[in-house]
């Protein structure tokens, strides 16, 4: 039973308080029964009081009777008779109540001198009542003085003798008697009551003192496991699921305390699992968003790659396509020799070449960052990219009506690279201060060797660069606000691609600008020394 301890002292407090107010009910009723025996009794003793009063009262008044009809004064006839039937029904029933009497002092365990007293007495007196019938009867035939003398000494021996006992003393002694009787029990029944008073109080007060104790008892009892749990559901409520109330018991709080420890337990254990599965989740959602974000990206990019092809188709074959329609308009001016127009058609052949390669490496930048552009670097003379670039660029100058000056020195320089890919750089530098020159302006091409390195320098009088614009002429699609103005059509896409061949090269390229005084470009390529290894190199065009 140890799952009910608490349960049993509870039971045990009730149990208790149910004992004392039991108890007190009982003693409370016994003291009671107590003071209403008294109480009877009193009231009984008062009967036999009053009884005894009313009979000597009857008494002197049948004397009177008997008295006034022997001297033949005025009487009823009827009254001697009357008060004796009175006297003999008062006797009765003071006997009876001197039964009652009895019976109660027997069970109170009172002596019954008393009574046997007062007995005695009422029996004397009904005796003389008795005798007093034929005595009342015969007061009519004493006529004279003698008669009535005679018969009132008969009548009053009567009244007053029994058993050879003075009936007036007896009935005064009974009188007296009862009378103190009466006396006795009112104390006796107002100390009984007094006493049930204090008893009552005094057991009230013992439960009540019990009653609190027991209440601060199961109060201290209860209060800490409820104190725990109090706390224990703040904490749940907070989210504190590692929270435990103490399980100091094996009752009812102890029980519940461990059913609660328990859910709590399962709750933190869930949680655990969902906080693990919630941050499974975030993962693959984080790599599903990474996936999208590049699917996206190379989306874009793919666009991207999409317009800027059709960009450097644009530009790129838009140079080829001039050299072409010069030479072709060249060589349809007039008569000319063979030779003329064989050399015409072999600088369109060239610039058809170059329009082919130029295809090729725009489809290749076009397919992806990773994807490269390769160089087919090798010893070659820096004077056949030059020549065949300046070529190519007459036609263009032509229409324009640009002159193109050139100081070039003859010695032969090598460097390692791709001819075709340099003849492209210069082709580019070339276009450039060309198609932002005015018209019979003036283009400087100057070519020289400078210690270890070949430099080309490109200037012209064209629109120039403003400043906040010359560290961003490199990147894709940039165009400052002079060469938008100048010429809408063009995409920015030149210089960007002219820099990465350079870059592949192992050389650098630079501009500089004196505001709207023209624009001058230095192209410097490091010279093929002896011994130096030439490898492969591929160039990202992105």
Request: aromatic share 4%; net charge negative.
């Amino acid at each position: 039973m140890k799952g009910f301890d608490f349960t049993i002292r509870l039971i045990a407090a009730f149990a208790v308080l149910a004992v004392l107010i039991v108890s007190q009910g009982l003693l409370n009723r016994h003291i009671a029964i107590e003071a209403e025996q008294q109480v009877i009794r009193g009231r009984y003793a008062g009967d036999i009081l009053s009884g005894l009063l009313e009979l000597s009262a009857t008494k002197q008044r049948l004397r009177a009777w008997s008295l006034r009809a022997l001297i033949g004064a005025d009487h009823a006839p009827g009254d001697g008779e009357m008060l004796r039937a009175h006297m003999a029904t008062t006797i009765e029933r003071l006997q009876r109540i001197s039964e009652k009497t009895r019976a109660m002092d027997h069970l109170a365990g009172a002596p019954a001198d008393d009574d046997d007293a007062r007995d005695e007495a009422l029996q004397l007196i009904s005796g003389s009542v008795i005798a007093l019938k034929p005595a009342i009867e015969d007061i009519r035939s004493h006529a004279g003085a003698d008669d009535a003398r005679t018969a009132w000494a008969s009548i009053e021996k009567i009244f007053d003798q029994g058993a050879g006992r003075d009936l007036r003393e007896v009935l005064n002694d009974t009188i007296s008697k009862e009378r103190s009787q009466l006396v006795i029990t009112r104390a006796n029944a107002d100390a009984a009551l007094l006493q049930l008073n204090h008893v009552l109080a005094f057991m009230t007060f013992i439960i009540a003192v019990i009653g609190m104790g027991l209440a601060y008892a199961i109060a201290n009892a209860i209060r800490r496991p409820l104190q725990q749990m109090s706390e224990g559901a703040k904490a749940y409520e907070a989210g504190q699921l590692e929270h435990r109330i103490p399980v100091t018991t094996t009752d009812e709080f102890g029980r519940f305390a461990a059913s609660i420890n328990s859910m709590a337990s399962e709750l933190l254990l869930r949680r655990n699992e969902e906080a693990s599965h919630r941050i499974v989740l975030e993962q693959q959602v984080r790599e599903r968003t990474s996936a999208l974000e590049d699917a996206l990206s190379r989306l874009r990019a793919s666009e991207g790659r999409r317009r800027s092809l059709l960009a450097d188709i644009s530009h790129e074959l838009r140079t080829p396509t001039t050299a072409i329609r010069g030479e072709a308009e060249i060589a349809l001016r007039g008569q000319k020799a063979a030779e003329d127009y064989r050399g015409s058609l072999a600088r369109i052949g060239q610039a058809a070449s170059q329009m082919g390669s130029l295809i090729d490496d725009l489809l290749m930048m076009s397919r992806g960052e990773d994807e490269t552009l390769a160089l087919n670097r090798e010893p070659i003379d820096i004077a056949g990219p030059l020549e065949e670039a300046l070529l190519s660029a007459t036609a263009l100058a032509n229409q324009r009506s640009v002159k193109i000056a050139t100081d070039i020195e003859d010695a032969e320089t090598i460097v390692a690279g791709d001819a075709f890919r340099l003849r492209q750089v210069i082709t580019i530098l070339l276009d450039n201060a060309i198609r932002y020159s005015p018209y019979d302006g003036r283009v400087e091409v100057t070519s020289r060797v400078d210690e270890d390195a070949w430099k080309l320098i490109v200037s012209d009088n064209g629109i120039g660069i403003e400043p906040d614009a010359i560290d961003y002429v490199f990147d894709r699609n940039f165009r400052g606000n002079n060469a938008r103005l100048h010429r809408p059509e063009g995409t920015g896409l030149g210089l960007s691609i002219a820099k990465h061949l350079v870059s592949a090269h192992g050389g650098t390229i630079t501009l500089s600008s004196d505001g709207d005084e023209g624009t001058t470009a230095m192209l410097r390529l490091p010279l093929l020394g002896n011994g130096t290894v030439i490898e492969p190199v591929s160039e990202s065009m992105t």
